[in-house]
């Protein structure tokens, strides 16, 4: 039996469960290894005058104080543009920029060399949010533009215009494993680091050139994570190069890292978006028209911003098609750690925007939502060109909200919920169907490739090592099984190793969903030169000349380690003997495979092209109960349909579905990043931001494959899962508005931004409490 | 006397001298035994990831019980069994339970598995059948961020209890209660590096090294109850004292016990008795606290923390303030002079502060019941149901006879420096018929009788709004005839998300610590 297909249990899941799997700080300090921490600046902006390490250097066990002036490669670093210090010059950007990195024998001496640090700074005008930036004029990149149609025409076709401003709050991506890395000083320069990463390569990359050597002089080493989505993207660097700095000065292994509070405080969260937005309609609810102005707020530095938010204007259509449409994006430059990658990258802000224009819409012509919804869904066979000109090819959107309106009965409980809320003093309920359709693929083209080393050994055992980088995601365990299959051997024979970048070079991040996509795809070249080999080695084993069989490589099958020719099923040979025969005869036993998604372009000039080389899609239906006394709110039924092609590993998947869709209503509901007005973090640990607990999921919460045949373009016909579902956890959101329509009658929409706190959801109550009270 | 901790880990013997035993046991663990498979995320019990469990010798048997190791000191371990993540294997097989988190993919990243697997053993070492219910309230002090917890849920639900080991058969008892009982009869010090560790083996021990410690340095030791808030407080930077005193483990204070007076029967609470044995205790005899303590932290929480360290620590947030300051209870203290009762108004003093004197501590907390046609409601209101800090909470009791309310009490929390009862707001309902517009009269004027903080919880309007809303709350569900005359409420609507059965508001959260 294949493994493909198979419900194969997590690879690492037997070292879980038991506190086996080993994580970077479970491993027991290196002989001589110290240990290394910031000095903060505690500023969210200033000017440095003065910093002076010299009484730290004196407190007994530390050995290192290292400022800019130290750092012998380059001191400025970033993914796209190198536009942010490691530490800071003149000028702090951020609140917690590290000023200067301390390396000590232990934690005592650390904190008391980190005190002993005097750092001199003017504080200057801190601009902090959105808002500010714009008045400002503060932004990092000229604006970006993507349009179709013509706006004009549309508003005037329109019977109606809805406009307004909604702010999207980021949310903090709250892996449980903080930012970690260990390194290890090796001969003639040499650095060995082990990161939490996504994005080994990267960090290889940073470290060589703070260090001021060839990247060859640099090996990251990534065997898992505690939890990425997406904050260990760029962001694992800097830890990593930190305690590089200590290392090579020093001479000693080096770990650094954040624990919780600052890793919260002091690195980037998905960005906070607001969205100026205006839009036309028609009496049934058909959007005519929709001008957008997104801004997203940036933080200190460039990082990933530029792509997070072409992603948000890629998805402002999200499942609609707009017909007359003009997107435009900017990125506010504040003093805030850099924003970065979470999973979804910009798409759940896009979405969120238009979801909501479609909610308005929705109240506006006193339609039902879903109608709304369904009635400006993408085409199969017209209306299926995006805004940027890719075509929504096997569209099942329409299939996906038909089927689960009916299996969830919206229908029925749309009328039971407008008979409670008529009733109930005490509750209110909310009811919404909502969509995702998500692109795959970096925007940017050139990081669409990936390759992957297979090595098989002379017991018929397999290796395989791809760039990906396991952080729970299950992307080792997909590979195991794609090569296992394709070799011929059992799941058990391969192994996936840790991800290194002396194995595999230039390798992309593991992100935008597409981690098994890429680097299973380059695995499944390199198996297929492998056994264009061992069928010629098989064939001319299994062959038989004189009884008129000549061997034929095309003949030889290999399953579950047994190798026979189809012509003579009854001759059979183990896997490990082909392997014995194939090094008798000296051909390679190891092949590298390389893979470039085909067919992905997208021209940010003209803001056409097809950057994604297909879509996942999927709907959820959610229903939430609030206290109208005290605006608290409970998500007590979710009905969820994803099509997932076919999916590699559906217990993997259904895992990706359920975390991603609890993650996103987190990021609706009760995760809020509070800031004081100099910049600091006040939701700086778990006690303070509120992630969802097990009783905040519902425990009616009913998952679904959509069986689609037709996807057919990508690896084993399946369809990347990771980054698509925590787009539904706005169905959360939407029903919490969807609420909000009973307290004030239909013709008044209370204006409720994102998330959809407890506090948000009363105030927009409060004007009606008392007036409900008397109506009793 | 001892100068050495002696406790159990994973069926072994150990003996902890010196510095070791002010270590957080997840540091302990992971860096001096070699056992890293428990984990550290927040540092502040707010994340599970680091629950290990603590055997304890009761009534002549093992009681194993879900700890919070990054948060409980080596030293507050003396005569336990500590059981890790790696000490939950049978010989080499993976546990049941252990294999259905495999199966049903429970773990994704692993970073939080090993806190969750020693939970949910916690919760099956009862032997009761596990429902979804008793899994999700087993497991509100343990965040995932991966799976969404489904997987978990299911795993825990398919796990055959017929197969699964409890500890005492993977653990055989009989060797370590002996041994344990014998230890936890000494009292224990250890001194190291100038500070000084007191665990007493009776009250007046514990009673003389206060005064003992008060004359020769001048200041009391730190008075360690379950040490949930100040084990926080000293992992994010505070220093600790010199000196510090356990007596979670002293069974004089641990016990619960109900007195009659007048009316009314009183509870008379050890002052060393956790959360979850008040509860347990409560269930029958004030349901609406018990139920209300379920948002109390979390398990691991309640397991450790104690009542009357929750009213030591005297915070405005503290979860149990409220209903006390409306219960009346009263604080019965001791120190080597002597005993006295303080009633709970005159013990809150302000900001964290108490009427304690420097050589006293707490003994007991005397909590009444209701008396006839007496009710009870509490409301907690956060930012999230489940593990949270409250931004405000409201205590209300009165008594509702021949139509009329009186012995009006309304104590809210999270609105001021302190919790104190709101007299004008009581005298606005005490003798009048509960009418909805005579309980908008008192939520207006509670409104304007608070001024409480904007932070992290919530602004100053959306708290004024709440003290408002709450006693609606409550006028609607005396309005609507909802009390049955046993002070429970029946649920006026459907239950939020059916975990219990009020349609209360909900969350909690609140910190024990035993300071004095």
């Known amino acids: 039996m294949p493994a493909v297909g198979q419900n194969i249990a997590h690879d690492s899941g037997r070292l879980h469960v038991s506190g086996a799997s080993v994580f970077i700080d479970d491993r027991a300090p290196l002989p001589g290894e110290l240990v290394a921490g910031i000095v903060p600046s505690p500023h969210a902006h200033g000017r440095l005058i003065r910093i002076d390490v010299a009484e730290a250097l004196r407190v007994p066990g530390v050995l290192a104080a290292l400022t800019a002036d130290d750092v012998p490669g380059h001191n400025h670093f970033g993914p796209v543009i190198a536009n942010e210090a490691l530490l800071v010059e003149e000028e702090a950007v951020f609140l917690g920029q590290p000023v200067a990195v301390i390396g000590a024998e232990d ?167 607001k969205s100026f937005y205006r839009a036309g309609y028609t009496n049934d609810g058909r959007l005519t028209a929709l001008d957008v102005r997104l801004f997203s707020n940036g933080g200190c530095s460039t990082d990933l911003s530029p792509a997070v938010l072409e992603r948000a204007m890629l998805h402002t259509d999200n499942t609609s098609y707009l017909p007359n449409v003009r997107v435009t994006g900017r990125i506010c430059k504040t003093h805030l750690p850099s924003n970065t990658a979470f999973r979804g990258f910009g798409g759940p802000q896009g979405v969120a925007s238009t ?69 109930s003093a005490m509750q209110l309920r909310g009811l919404a169907v909502s969509g995702v359709k998500f692109g795959i693929s970096f925007t940017r083209r050139a990081m669409n490739q990936a390759n992957a080393l297979v090595n098989i050994y002379l017991d018929g055992s397999v290796v395989v090592s791809t760039g990906a980088t396991e952080m729970g995601q299950g992307v080792n365990t997909r590979i195991r099984q794609i090569v296992a299959d394709a070799l011929g051997v059992s799941y058990e024979a391969v192994l996936v190793g840790a991800t290194a970048t002396d194995k595999n070079n230039n390798t992309s991040p593991t992100a935008a969903s597409c981690g098994t996509d890429l680097n299973g795809s380059a695995a499944l070249v390199a198996c297929t030169k492998l056994r264009e080999t061992l069928d010629r080695v098989a064939a001319e084993i299994l062959g038989d000349s004189e009884a008129g069989l000549a061997p034929e490589p095309e003949m030889i099958e290999i399953a579950e380690g047994v190798v026979h020719d189809r012509r003579r099923p009854d001759v059979r040979i183990p896997f490990l003997d082909l392997v014995a025969q194939a090094y008798e005869r000296r051909v390679s036993l190891g092949e590298r495979g390389f893979y470039a998604t085909p067919g992905v372009e997208f021209n940010r000039e ?150 959809a706190t407890g506090e ?17 | 006397m001892r100068d050495a901790l002696h406790l159990y880990l994973n069926g072994r013997p150990l003996r902890v001298t010196g510095d070791d035993a002010w270590l957080m046991l997840s540091t302990f663990l992971r860096r001096r035994r070699s056992l890293p498979g428990t984990k550290v995320v927040c540092a502040e019990g707010d994340c599970g990831s680091c629950t290990a469990l603590v055997g304890r010798v009761e009534d002549g048997r093992l009681v194993y019980r879900s700890m919070l190791s990054c948060i409980q000191r080596v030293a507050q371990l003396d005569a336990t069994h500590v059981v890790t993540v790696e000490g939950l294997l049978e010989g080499d097989r993976l546990n049941a339970f252990q294999e259905a988190m495999v199966r049903e993919h429970g773990a994704q990243c692993g970073f939080c598995t090993p806190g969750i697997v020693s939970a949910v053993q916690g919760l099956m070492e009862s032997g009761d059948p596990l429902d979804t219910t008793a899994v999700r309230r087993g497991l509100t002090g343990n965040l995932c961020r991966c799976t969404g917890y489904d997987a978990i849920v299911r795993a825990a639900v398919a796990t055959d209890l017929g197969s699964h080991r409890r500890l005492d058969e993977l653990y055989p008892p009989e060797p370590i209660v002996e041994a344990l009982s014998s230890a936890a009869s000494e009292s224990v010090t250890v001194r190291s590096g100038g500070r000084t560790f007191f665990k007493p083996a009776t009250l007046d021990e514990a009673l003389g090294f206060l005064a003992a410690a008060v004359r020769d340095e001048g200041k009391p030791p730190m008075i360690l109850g379950g040490g949930t808030d100040l084990g926080v407080v000293h992992n994010k930077g505070e220093e600790m004292p ?275």
């Open chain 2, 242 to 516: 010199a000196s510090a005193m356990f007596i979670g483990g002293l069974d004089e204070l641990r016990g619960l016990r109900e007195e009659a007076s007048g009316d009314r029967g009183v509870l008379v609470v050890g002052g060393a008795t956790t959360l979850k044995a008040f509860q347990s205790a409560l269930a029958e005899r004030l349901p609406e606290v018990a139920e209300f303590l379920e948002w109390f932290g979390s398990p691991p929480i309640r397991h450790a923390g104690t009542v009357a360290g929750n009213l030591c620590t005297a915070s405005p947030i503290g979860d149990t303030l409220p209903l006390m300051q409306v219960l009346d209870a009263e604080v019965e203290v001791a120190s080597a002079r002597g005993r006295r009762t303080i009633p709970m108004a005159d013990f809150l003093t302000g900001y964290r502060a108490t009427a304690l004197e420097v050589d006293e501590m707490v003994i007991a907390v005397r909590v009444p019941l209701l008396g006839p046609d007496e009710h009870l409601r509490l409301y907690k209101v956060s930012r999230r149901k489940d593990l949270d800090i409250s931004s405000v909470s409201g205590a209300f009791a009165f008594r509702h006879r021949d139509g009329v309310v009186d012995r009006v009490r309304v104590a809210y929390g999270g609105v001021a420096a302190t919790v104190s009862r709101m007299g004008e707001v009581e005298a606005v309902l005490e003798g009048h018929p509960p009418t909805l517009d005579r309980f908008a009269a008192a939520a207006t004027l509670a409104a304007e009788s608070i001024t409480p903080l904007t932070d992290v919880r919530g602004s100053a309007d959306y708290r004024r709004t709440l003290c408002s809303n709450l006693l609606m709350k409550l006028g609607h569900e005396i309005d609507g005839g909802r009390f049955n005359g046993n002070g429970r409420v029946d649920s006026p609507d459907a239950p939020l998300n059916g975990s219990l059965e009020l349609a209360v508001t909900g969350q909690t959260n609140g910190r024990d610590g035993g300071a004095a």
């Open chain 1, 355 to 423: 979801e909501h224009v479609l909610h308005e819409v929705a109240v506006a012509t006193g339609r039902d939502p879903l109608d709304v919804r369904r009635i400006n869904c993408y085409g199969t066979d017209d209306r299926n060109v995006t805004h940027y000109g890719q075509i929504v090819r096997d569209n099942t959107l329409p299939e996906l909200f038909d089927s689960l309106r009916a299996e969830c009965d919206y229908d029925g409980r749309r009328a039971e919920i407008d008979r409670f809320n008529a009733a």
């Open chain 1, 606 to 755: 003209t803001g056409k092209g097809t950057p994604f080389r297909y879509f996942t899609t999927g709907a959820a239906c959610c229903e939430v109960t609030v206290d109208r006394f005290t605006g608290e709110m409970a998500v007590t039924r979710v009905d969820l349909i994803m099509d997932l092609g076919r999916s590699i590993n559906p217990g993997i998947d259904r895992g990706q579905i359920i975390g991603g869709f609890v993650q996103g209503m987190g990021w609706c509901t009760t995760e809020e990043l509070v800031y004081a007005d100099d910049g600091r973090l006040l939701s700086y640990s778990p006690t303070t931001y509120k992630i969802p607990a097990i009783t905040d999921v519902p425990e009616a919460f009913n998952v679904r494959f959509l069986d689609n045949p037709n996807h057919t373009i990508s690896l084993h016909r399946s369809k990347a899962v990771g980054e698509p579902p925590l787009l539904l956890g706005l169905s959360a959101w939407l029903a919490a508005k969807d609420a909000l329509r009973y307290v004030h009658g239909r013709s008044l929409t209370p204006r409720l931004c994102l998330p």
């Open chain 1, 107 to 273: 934690e005592d001496s650390l904190r008391r060399g980190i005190a002993a640090v005097t750092v001199e700074m003017e504080p200057l005008p801190a601009v902090l949010n959105i808002d500010a930036a714009i008045r400002a004029d503060a932004y990092l990149i000229e604006t970006r533009l993507i349009e179709r149609g013509d706006v004009r025409a549309g508003f005037a076709e329109a019977d109606g215009v809805v406009e307004g401003e909604l702010d999207i709050a980021g949310q903090e991506q709250f892996y449980l494993e903080s930012q970690i890395a260990l390194a290890i000083p090796g001969e003639s320069g040499q650095m060995e680091v082990l990161s939490s990463t996504q994005h080994p390569s990267e960090v290889q990359a940073m470290v060589a050139e703070a260090l001021g050597v060839p990247f060859n002089h640099v090996v990251c080493t990534c065997k898992r994570m505690g939890g990425a989505f997406g904050g260990k993207e760029t962001q694992a660097a800097q830890p990593a190069m930190m305690a590089a700095l200590i290392a090579q000065r020093t001479g000693k292994p080096v770990r650094f890292a954040y624990g919780k509070d600052d890793d919260m405080r002091f690195t980037g969260k998905r960005h906070a978006f």
């Open chain 1, 760 to 776: 948000a959801m009363l105030m927009a109550m409060s004007s009606s409490q008392l007036v409900s009270t008397a109506q009793r």
